[in-house]
């Protein structure tokens, strides 16, 4: 299937890989600093942020675009 999408860095992969990622690589202080969204600097965790990014569309293409672009300076 990654054959139909070869320019898409984001085919294949979940939104709760890229939060768990970019946790790793960042840190949750530091994420929060990036995209300034209440799932990262209140209380953050994995599934409440995976809840707010599901029906917030314009907060998921921040977090998405933050991922490719760690993705390329690595």
Do not use: D
Request: charged residues 25%.
């Amino acid at each position: 299937m990654n054959q139909n999408q070869p320019n898409n860095p984001l085919h294949g992969v979940t939104l709760e890989k890229i939060i768990n990622t970019l946790v790793e690589h960042y840190g949750w202080e530091e994420l929060g600093e990036r995209i300034n969204i209440r799932c990262f600097n209140s209380n953050p965790s994995v599934q409440s942020c995976l809840k707010f990014l599901r029906k917030t569309p314009w907060a998921r293409t921040k977090v998405e675009n933050l991922y490719i672009r760690m993705k390329e300076e690595s």
